[in-house]
């Protein structure tokens, strides 16, 4: 080729200059949109992880670990940012758990033994308190009940399908008597004791403190029967599966301030007794009570797993179903409490 033929370089050499330019700033603004996206995920990240943990709390003596670490300032010492709904029972505060309005609930082992088939991604990761004298029932002498024979015949309140029902249907069993023979009136929690004040029904089957609610409600004409070989409550905390496994670490900082609760009950009880009475309006003497006969111990053991196994037995026995033993440690994840403390966790798996 003849030398005029050829480009000539120095033509070429802007061009070629141009494009890297365009090349460059184009990489460029790749990058500053990649780490700004990158950024943008991070933060919202970062808010939703840091968003309150929300707990339903259930009104009563059982709640007692919940309201000494909050008291006290046990969740804030332990980087929890933690939001407290208070519910009227254990029952709402699953339903709530259950719609998905909460992280955590507190609830009786009952809602989860007999729900788990409907809610299978809801699971115990510990109990806060137990005990065998939480569910009592109460009757009016003037109905002529003083033994437990006398109840047959007359007419009992309880809440169905919750653990007070739970307990009068072992009850009854256990004192020889037909559950048929007795006539079951379901009522909410806050209409028991005016009910039997009011002679709407004979007795009343029910936790506490309605319990000592209703037999100071009658005075002189209340008996009480309190059978701690028929049933143990074990009240928990529940969550979902889903919570757990993305809120581990906020989780095991809930644990550790309700254990920080537990340790602050048993060296202060004095303290504990009066905040549980200032916070649920009960008399001193009365909160003495009941607390005498609560086991505040955060833990898992095996007789929740035997408990649940009853209560599942029973829900379906009464559901017209078989009586078959069914598989409860699926409704309990001990995981975060034995990450805590291994000792707290008694499971047989």
């Keep these: 080729m003849s030398a005029h033929l050829r480009p000539p370089v120095q033509a070429l050499a802007p061009r070629r200059a141009g494009v890297?330019?365009?090349?460059?700033?184009?990489?460029?603004?790749?990058?500053?949109?990649?780490?700004?996206?990158?950024?943008?995920?991070?933060?919202?990240?970062?808010?939703?992880?840091?968003?309150?943990?929300?707990?339903?709390?259930s009104s009563g003596p059982v709640s007692l670990p919940i309201y000494v670490a909050e008291a006290r300032g046990f969740?804030?010492?332990?980087?929890?940012?933690?939001?407290?709904?208070?519910?009227?029972?254990?029952?709402?505060?699953?339903?709530?758990?259950?719609?998905?309005?909460?992280?955590v609930a507190t609830a009786a082992e009952l809602l989860v033994a007999t729900g788990s088939a409907a809610h299978r991604d809801l699971a115990i990761v510990a109990t806060i308190s137990a005990s065998s004298y939480q569910i009592k029932l109460v009757a009016r002498r003037s109905a002529q009940i003083a033994e437990a024979p006398q109840i047959r015949g007359k007419r009992v309140g309880t809440v169905l399908g919750s653990s007070a029902q739970y307990f009068l249907d072992n009850w009854l069993v256990f004192n020889d008597i037909d559950p048929t023979s007795v006539e079951i009136v379901g009522l909410a929690p806050d209409r028991l004791v005016k009910a039997l004040a009011d002679r709407a029904?004979?007795?009343?089957?029910?936790?506490?403190?309605?319990?000592?609610?209703?037999?100071?409600?009658?005075?002189?004409?209340?008996?009480?029967?309190?059978?701690?070989?028929?049933?143990?409550?074990?009240?928990?905390?529940?969550s979902s599966r889903p919570?757990?496994?993305?809120?581990?670490?906020?989780?095991?900082?809930?644990?550790?301030?309700?254990?920080?609760?537990?340790?602050?009950?048993?060296?202060?009880?004095?303290?504990?007794?009066?905040?549980?009475?200032?916070?649920?309006?009960?008399?001193?003497?009365?909160?003495?009570?009941?607390?005498?006969?609560?086991?505040?111990?955060v833990r898992l053991d095996q007789s929740l797993v035997t408990t649940m196994q009853g209560e599942a037995r029973w829900a379906a026995h009464a559901a017209g179903g078989a009586r078959t033993r069914l598989d409860v440690l699926r409704a309990i994840e001990p995981g975060p409490l034995r990450r805590i403390d291994a000792g707290a966790v008694g499971l047989i798996q």
């Design 243 to 297: 919570v757990i496994e993305r809120r581990d670490a906020d989780i095991a900082r809930l644990l550790r301030a309700l254990r920080r609760a537990q340790r602050t009950i048993q060296d202060e009880p004095g303290a504990a007794r009066a905040l549980l009475a200032a916070r649920l309006h009960l008399a001193p003497a009365l909160v003495s009570t009941v607390m005498e006969n609560q086991d505040y111990r």
């Design 75 to 103: 969740f804030k010492d332990e980087g929890l940012d933690l939001r407290l709904r208070d519910c009227a029972s254990g029952r709402e505060c699953y339903q709530w758990l259950a719609d998905g309005s909460v992280d």
């Design 201 to 238: 029904v004979d007795a009343v089957a029910i936790w506490e403190p309605l319990a000592s609610s209703a037999a100071l409600a009658l005075g002189g004409d209340a008996v009480t029967f309190a059978s701690p070989r028929v049933y143990t409550q074990h009240f928990n905390l529940v």
């Design 20 to 57: 890297t330019r365009r090349a460059l700033v184009g990489a460029a603004w790749t990058l500053a949109w990649t780490l700004a996206w990158g950024s943008a995920l991070a933060m919202f990240a970062h808010r939703a992880q840091a968003a309150p943990l929300t707990l339903a709390v």
